[in-house]
């Protein structure tokens, strides 16, 4: 844990929360985005309410909705902006900083479909979309896999955002749903765009997915080899099974320089 956040642990209190509000809001003004700073007691997180809307993060120093789409363009839709009327999946969706600015891109006549597995994150991510009124998505609380089976994923919280590994014996047990299964429950002709951030299930996601691949034209595909190099855990390390489904599937791979390891990660498919 950073510094910033053993502090911030250690004077998180009911009578310290004003302050720590006013002094969220100050330094959001230094940083040149004006944006107010509150306590969420529904959620025991951190409300950023700008003009765009507002975010949720476990302290009072996260992303406003702006950043999250500055966010999201840097990292995910670098290949394909997501348009009007488009369809999304959004696999992996955490505490909604995707969700927010992809549901924003796709309109009224769009739809995004938010997945999340953690029971406590997916609270989060439904407190978010209320908190924006955020009709055009659809939440889904689950672990996208290969088969609809249960799955144990673990439970390691740093705030509420998850580190959420599946096959973890000591974690906790969670749906599980293929994309073929949400193509059927959502009844979609076409996917405009997924992306998928699932910390080492790509695979079976999209073994899961086989039969629906071919109405999907552009995917962003979060893989984490970086982490096996640092862990040496090899679960870890899907990157190549990855661009050969989607290559098999008829996609067009492609693989962005970048110096972060985590962003380099990704693969941009499209058809």
Not at 31 to 55: E, F
Not at 155 to 181: K, L, S, Y
Request: glycine share 10%; charged share 25%; aromatic share 8%.
């Amino acid at each position: 844990m950073s510094l910033k956040h053993t502090v911030f642990h250690r004077v998180n209190r009911p009578s310290t929360r004003r302050i720590l509000e006013l002094a969220g809001t100050a330094v959001a003004s230094v940083q040149g985005g004006k944006a107010k700073i509150t306590y969420d007691p529904q959620s025991g997180g951190w409300m950023k309410r700008t003009q765009g809307g507002v975010t949720l993060m476990p302290y009072p120093y996260g992303m406003s909705v702006e950043q999250c789409l500055s966010f999201a363009t840097d990292v995910f839709l670098r290949d394909y902006m997501i348009r009007p009327g488009d369809v999304v999946l959004d696999i992996g969706a955490g505490i909604g900083t995707e969700a927010l600015p992809f549901a924003h891109l796709a309109g009224d006549a769009g739809k995004v479909i938010s997945v999340e597995a953690h029971p406590a994150t997916f609270a989060m991510l439904e407190r978010v979309c209320r908190l924006n009124d955020l009709k055009n998505v659809e939440l889904v609380q689950a672990a996208v896999m290969d088969s609809d089976e249960p799955v144990m994923i673990s439970d390691m919280r740093e705030g509420f955002c998850q580190e959420n590994r599946v096959g973890d014996p000591g974690g906790i047990e969670v749906p599980g749903v293929t994309i073929a299964d949400l193509v059927a429950k959502f009844n979609l002709d076409r996917i405009d765009f997924i992306k998928m951030n699932i910390e080492g299930a790509e695979v079976p996601a999209l073994l899961g997915a086989r039969d629906v691949l071919p109405i999907v034209r552009h995917a962003a595909i979060g893989c984490h080899d970086f982490l096996a190099d640092e862990t040496g855990e090899e679960f870890y390390r899907t990157m190549e099974t990855v661009r050969a489904l989607l290559q098999d599937a008829g996609f067009t791979v492609r693989r962005t320089q970048d110096p972060r390891p985590w962003a380099a990660g990704y693969l941009f498919a499209a058809r």
